[in-house]
Nanobody, 125 residues
Framework: QVQLVESGGGLVQAGGSLRLSCAAS??????TGWFRQVPEKEREFVAA????????YYADSVKGRFTVSRDNFKNMVYLQMNSLKPEDTAVYYC????????????????????WGQGTQVTVSS
């Protein structure tokens, strides 16, 4: 079992930055993904990182602006978000699992077994 807790969300102006954190407790050695969701829309993939940190993946909409990283000694995963846009407004979730077992697994919500409760990010124009 893995428990995930996100933090770092908040209100920021367009062009600003936020860093989200995902604290994991319990069994580790899982890959971690970040997803986001706005009301009445499906949850969408944002970024992911392999357990060892050697591979990272990004949605086209955030490439060049967001950076995912991890510190396995601290059991933490981070999402640095720069040049934020109003369309980045959403609830952001971190998720853990073994998505590497499937083709395109990192991008697929159902390939992650454990989820945090989410943190709200609001970007004002």
């Amino acid at each position: 079992q893995v428990q995930l807790v996100e933090s770092g969300g908040g209100l920021v102006q367009a062009g600003g930055s936020l860093r989200l954190s995902c604290a994991a407790s319990g069994r580790d050695n899982y890959a971690t993904g970040w997803f986001r969701q706005v009301p009445e829309k499906e949850r969408e993939f944002v970024a992911a990182i392999s357990w060892a940190g050697g591979s990272t993946y990004y949605a086209d909409s955030v490439k060049g602006r967001f950076t995912v990283s991890r510190d396995n000694f601290k059991n933490m995963v981070y999402l640095q978000m720069n040049s934020l846009k109003p369309e980045d407004t959403a609830v952001y979730y971190c998720a853990a699992g073994n998505p590497e077992r499937w083709s395109n697994g990192y991008f697929t919500e159902r390939r992650y077994a454990y989820w945090g409760q989410g943190t709200q990010v609001t970007v004002s124009s």
